[in-house]
């Protein structure tokens, strides 16, 4: 199975701040990579798909990079709704595997 | 609107059966993949289960060794999820969910605990 790692595990940030988390695969899954937000007691929120595609209605200070084994999500300016645990998501051959995740929380 | 309702989720002792069901509609469900993804207390997302739009293929995550079913009956708009051979570690919270691109749409989850 593949695995996923995401850093860092926490992430202190004030508003306006640039935020970048990392995730890195086992071994490739090509672009077939997703990025989610989920906030307390809620289900969680597709952000990002196929590694770089913003979801239809998702604010465009949120972005994705990356390829093969390592992929990033930046938020360009940290917004007071924005603090949340983000997870990272892989698909290959019929299997999906989440990160751990990285809390992002106010500084 | 897209919704996704869960319901079946409750209090069950180690060894025993829980059928979740996913009531779907604002979307056509029947061309959709979907999916059971779950979520421990204070824990990450694991995925457990995927059926394709006609049934044709279903996939599990290995850590379930056979005790999970994944159903759907496109008739009613509605997924299932049966259970059996709780453990304790099975206890969380199961969210239902379309793919596409990525797991699009969420239900608001349903609570399962396994303890004695």
């Known amino acids: 199975d593949i695995q996923m790692t995401q850093s860092p595990s926490t992430l202190s940030a004030s508003v306006g701040d640039r935020v970048t988390i990392t995730c890195r695969a086992s071994?490739?899954?090509?672009?077939?990579l997703a990025w989610y937000q989920q906030k307390p007691g809620k289900a969680p929120k597709l952000l990002i798909y196929?590694?770089?595609s913003l979801e239809s209605g998702v604010p465009s200070r949120f972005s994705g990079s990356g390829s093969g084994t390592e992929f990033t999500l930046t938020i360009s300016s940290l917004q007071p709704g924005d603090f949340a645990t983000y997870y990272c998501?892989?698909?290959?051959?019929?299997?999906?595997?989440f990160g751990q995740g990285t809390k992002v929380e106010i500084k | 609107e897209v919704q996704l309702v869960e319901s079946g989720g409750g209090l069950v002792k180690p060894g025993g059966s829980l059928r979740l069901s996913c009531a779907a509609s604002?979307?056509?469900?029947?061309?959709?993949?979907m999916n059971w993804v779950r979520q421990a207390p204070g824990k990450g997302l694991e995925w457990v289960s995927s059926?394709?739009?006609?049934?044709?293929?279903?996939y599990y995550a290995d850590s379930l060794k056979g005790r999970f079913t994944i159903s759907r009956d496109n008739a009613k708009n509605s997924l299932y999820l049966q259970m059996n051979s709780l453990r304790a570690e099975d206890t969380g919270i199961y969210y239902c969910?379309?793919?596409?691109?990525?797991?699009?749409?969420w239900g608001q989850g349903i609570l399962v605990t396994v303890s004695s």
């Open positions: 969910a379309t793919w596409s691109l990525g797991f699009d749409y």
């Open positions: 604002g979307f056509t469900f029947s061309v959709y993949s």
């Open positions: 059926i394709s739009s006609r049934s044709t293929n279903i």
């Open positions: 071994q490739s899954v090509t672009n077939w």
């Open positions: 196929k590694a770089s």
């Open positions: 998501q892989q698909y290959n051959t019929y299997s999906w595997t």
